[in-house]
């Protein structure tokens, strides 16, 4: 029988990574990324990547496996972990899944609906709507058809236009589309801090970010990238790339990393209050987090 995997998850700066590595080290886990962004070489201080000296001292799986000019679609990051958590368990170690993407970790869990491949025809005709008359009227295209959907594209247009090119090339939403079943079972367990304790966690790391030298990552970046792809227009990156072309100074450009980061993480407590599955709710973050979090993993895992 597969064993169960577990996932650590929740809100973003509530302490994940570092508990993950204590974690790994105590019970001998390999770590597989469930970050959008941790999987972009190049962009380390703003996604508080794991360091080079903490991925030798623990496998990590899913960390810099693409340059930030490439795409990763939700399809193409459930292949590539459900293929490394298999890796993991046939060689009698086990994997455990760890970041703050909840569509990553949704995918995994629960299944992907089985939807067509893309139509680039269709998605340049709905980028141009989007373009000319915003995302309300596409949302609310897609709510009509499917508030279950609405709800899960939110405010991301990425997922918004593809939410729209499956209904209006198959006459039906994504999630009315048959689902494909996960490969494995999942355990989670979501760090659920208060709010009040974490923002001024957001705050102090983005200044951290900044003196540690963000502004001339997104400079390196920006000089190989000059488009700016996708990996370059995430939250704590957008912001950077408005200071360095005059459009923010350095301090507004702070301040405005740090609203962008916690408008983010208010949204991950909204997705994540309602996780399906087998779902545990750790109401604390960081060092203070770790007592529960070992008792939690000796009594499911251990």
Known sequence: ????????????????????????????????????????????????????????????????????????????????????????????????????TGYYIRALSEGLFEVP????????????????????????????????????????????????????????????????RPRFAYKKLVLWPDRRRLKPVIQARAREQFAAGLVEEVRGLLARYPRMPTALQTIGYKEVVRHLLGELSLEEAIEADWRAVWRYAKRQYTWFRREPGDVVYLFRMGEAAWPGLEDWFRLHFA
């Open 1 to 100: 029988m597969t064993p169960l995997v577990p996932v650590l998850t929740g809100p973003t700066a509530t302490g994940k990574s570092a508990l993950a590595l204590r974690l790994a080290e105590r019970y001998r886990l390999e770590i597989v990324n469930a970050d959008a962004t941790l999987v972009y070489r190049g962009l380390d201080i703003g996604t508080a990547k794991p360091s080079a000296a903490e991925r030798a001292r623990v496998p990590h799986h899913l960390v810099d496996v693409l340059e930030p000019d490439q795409a990763m679609s939700v399809v193409r990051y459930l292949e590539l972990a459900e293929a490394a958590i298999g890796e993991v368990l046939a060689r009698g170690r086990r994997p455990l899944v760890v970041g703050g």
């Open 117 to 180: 491949p893309p139509d680039p025809g269709l998605r340049a005709a709905i980028e141009a709507e989007l373009r000319e008359r915003g995302p309300e009227p596409l949302l609310a295209e897609l709510a009509a058809a499917s508030p279950e959907d609405a709800r899960r594209v939110g405010r991301n247009p990425r997922r918004l236009l593809r939410a729209l090119e499956v209904l209006r090339r198959t006459g039906r939403p994504p999630a009315r589309l048959p689902r494909r």
